[in-house]
Each structure stands twice: as structure tokens, then as C-alpha cells.
């Protein structure tokens, strides 16, 4: 298909992923060259994944390489050891970014011959270690310190925290992956702006012609008032890819979606499940500006969007249930990233390991081991931590 297009209809189709495009002369005239051009993402392995992840990058993707994109994903493992996720224990991490392959092989993302790769940031630095980390070292060797730390939101943290030296270190090879896939398109969340921006300019340092192109995506709100965006950390802010349909019924219901007022809820409507499923059972949407003037007008009241939104994310959604249900290595992966996340989470508070896995080796089903922690926690909070023991 991507062969019978014009420059102009690619550009549309690559330019619509994007909330933020740097620069548009530089997509249109790489698209009117270059037949298959690189374009990068990459993910921390760092728990479930909600539909943010799973959805929205399906849905950009597979426009991708319908304009004849190849992608390719970055399974950020060494990074997300630098980042301390899973405690740092690399094996956890690895679990998790296997767990995120079956989630987008499941959902639909268009993974036909080459037009996507997964890379292992740990197996691919180490098969490059010489082409690589010298990059690194020049990007770090070039910029300050502060220019740096302003970057340090693409972990996930703020220039006022106390960071370790590997999270220093962390920008310059997030900034040296670009060049070391040698990427085209930067196609990430607007959180990675302040890095890609980097590349551009480091290209400039080093005198560099081809710049890599920045095309961010927006971040999808949270469910509640006031959340910029999902967090793993708030089950109440995300829809998990794997939830059941009940669990989505009631998070959609308790969504915060004030009458008349374009905010949560609907862009999540626009940008994921119109894009998805063109429809959702009220009657067919040709684009936003549909949506958004029923919705400003009050012909489309949140107690008819609320229910239709989640029939619709509900059938998304059904394929990874599915496949999580039916694949039992799926089914054990699952299970294996619930148990991470959970004693993680606990462990955090000081929690005895020792304790939880006394409680949890007699159990078999998912949801029973999921429900006996919960109690357990909950047990734990109410009395006061100090009362915890062996």
C-alpha cells in the first residue's frame, strides 16, 4: 500500500501521529526520498501497561508503517536497571519487556514481515559496545551538566531530586540511541521532548546535516481530575491492557467528564477508540471537531459517552484478554509481572518478603493471590506498620 502513495498522503499519515512535529519541511522532504525511513520509540520495562501504551502506540505504529515506516522499538532493559525499576534486578526487568511484546502482538499492531523490530537495549550495546558507547561518551563529553539534568523528566523525575549517577548518565545514552539505530523519526510521548531536542542539537555541535525528526505524541490524560497523564503507580488514573471488562465498566463510570467541557474522558474517546474502532455505538464520527461540537453543544452528555466508550475499550481490549487466558505462557508471564509489581510495591513500604511469600505459596489462581496481598496490605496499613513482624 505504502508504495502507491503520494508524498503528500504519507506526510498526512506520519504528520497525524504527532502533537508536535520538528520540523514539518524536514518529514515532508524525507518521505518524498527516502521509501522506508527509521523511526524510534522506546519503553523502560517497568509494569503493566496501560492503554496509553498499548493502544495509542498500536494505533500509531501500524500508521507507521502504513506509510511505509519501518519501526523500531527499543526494549530499554539496561535503562530501566539504571532507573532502579524492579529494585534494579535485570531479570524482573526482562520479564516485564517480554510482557509488553505479547501485549502489542495481541492487540493488533501490524508486525508483518520487517516492518517492526523489537531490540534489547542490553543484547544490542553489548553486540556494539565499541560503536556505542564512545557516542555516549562524546554526547556527555559536550553538554553540561544542567543542560543535562533539564532532561531528567524522561525518567520519570525532576531536577530537584536526588538522582544517582546513573540517572545522570541515562540522557546521554537516550540521546546516543537515536544515532546509534540511526533513526529518522524520534516517535515519542511529548514527556521525551527535552532529549530528542538534544540530538537536534547535537547535531549542530558535531556539524551534522541529517538531523533526526521529532515527532511527539501527546500524553493521554488520567482518569481523575487534574492527572496529566497515566500512572502504573494509580490504578484508579489507568485502564491496564489486560483488565477485565467489569474493572473497565467501573473506571470509565467513575471517570471525571464534566458536562460541556472538553477534558479527560474525551480525548482518550478521540485519540484512542475513534482511531481504533471509527465508532462507538452512538453513531459514526468522521473526526474530532464531530465530537468535540456535540459535546460542547451538550447533545453528547457524558451518560451516553461514558457507557459507549467502555463497550468500546472493552473490545479492544478483548483479544489481550484472550490471549492472556488462553496462552499459557501468556498466562504465566501475567502472572509473574503481577507478583513483581506487588511485592515491589510492598517492598517499598518495608514489607517482609519473607512474610509475603509465606502467604502466597499456597496459592494458585491470579486473582486469589492477587486479592489475598491486597487483604494482606490492607491488614498491614490499618493496624500500623509497626505491628508487622515475622
Request: charged share 30%.
Amino acid at each position: 500500500m505504502a508504495n502507491r502513495l503520494s508524498a503528500e498522503e504519507r506526510f498526512r499519515i506520519v504528520r497525524s501521529v504527532g502533537e508536535e512535529c520538528i520540523q514539518e519541511d524536514e518529514l515532508f522532504n524525507l518521505l518524498s526520498k527516502k521509501p522506508q525511513p527509521i523511526c524510534y520509540d522506546g519503553f523502560e520495562p517497568s509494569g503493566r501497561m496501560h492503554i496509553a501504551q498499548g493502544v495509542m502506540k498500536t494505533i500509531n505504529v501500524n500508521k507507521l508503517t502504513s506509510a511505509g515506516c519501518k519501526v523500531k522499538i527499543w526494549i530499554a532493559d539496561w535503562f530501566a536497571q539504571l532507573n532502579n525499576k524492579m529494585g534494579g534486578d535485570l531479570k524482573k526487568i526482562q520479564t516485564v519487556g517480554r510482557y509488553l511484546i505479547e501485549i502489542w502482538k495481541a492487540v493488533g499492531m501490524d508486525l508483518e514481515g520487517d516492518k517492526v523490530e523489537f531490540l534489547w537495549s542490553s543484547e544490542e550495546i553489548n553486540s556494539r559496545a565499541s560503536e556505542y558507547w564512545p557516542l555516549v561518551m562524546d554526547i556527555a563529553r559536550r553538554n553540561k551538566l544542567p543542560r543535562i539534568m533539564r532532561c531528567v523528566q524522561i525518567m520519570g523525575r525532576s531536577e530537584q531530586d536526588e538522582l544517582t549517577a546513573a540517572q545522570i548518565l541515562y540522557p546521554c545514552m537516550q540521546c546516543a540511541d537515536i544515532f546509534f539505530l540511526k533513526a529518522d523519526i524520534c516517535q515519542l510521548g511529548m514527556d521525551q521532548r527535552k532529549v530528542n531536542v538534544l540530538a537536534r542539537e547535537y547535531c549542530d555541535d558535531i556539524k551534522r546535516k541529517n538531523k533526526p525528526i521529532i515527532l511527539s505524541h501527546y500524553m493521554l490524560p488520567g482518569l481523575q481530575q487534574g492527572q496529566e497523564k497515566m500512572s502504573k503507580s494509580d490504578p484508579s488514573s489507568s485502564i491496564f491492557m489486560e483488565d477485565e471488562e467489569a474493572e473497565v465498566n467501573v473506571k470509565i463510570k467513575k471517570a471525571y467528564c464534566p458536562p460541556k467541557i472538553v477534558d479527560g474522558i474525551l480525548v482518550w474517546t478521540t485519540s484512542n477508540v475513534l482511531s481504533f474502532l471509527g465508532l462507538m455505538n452512538l453513531r459514526t464520527f468522521k473526526n474530532f471537531e464531530e465530537v468535540v461540537a456535540e459535546y460542547e453543544s451538550g447533545e453528547l452528555h457524558p451518560g451516553d459517552l461514558k457507557p459507549s466508550l467502555a463497550r468500546a475499550l472493552n473490545k479492544i481490549l478483548q483479544p489481550v484478554r484472550d490471549h492472556f487466558k488462553n496462552d499459557a505462557d501468556a498466562k504465566d508471564l501475567l502472572k509473574r509481572v503481577k507478583e513483581i509489581g506487588i511485592y515491589n510495591n510492598l517492598a517499598k513500604l518495608g514489607v517482609n518478603w519473607g512474610r509475603l511469600r509465606k502467604i502466597t505459596d499456597s496459592m494458585v489462581a491470579v486473582n486469589g493471590y492477587v486479592m489475598e496481598i491486597t487483604k494482606e496490605y490492607n491488614r498491614f496499613n490499618a493496624m500500623g506498620w509497626e505491628a508487622f513482624g515475622d
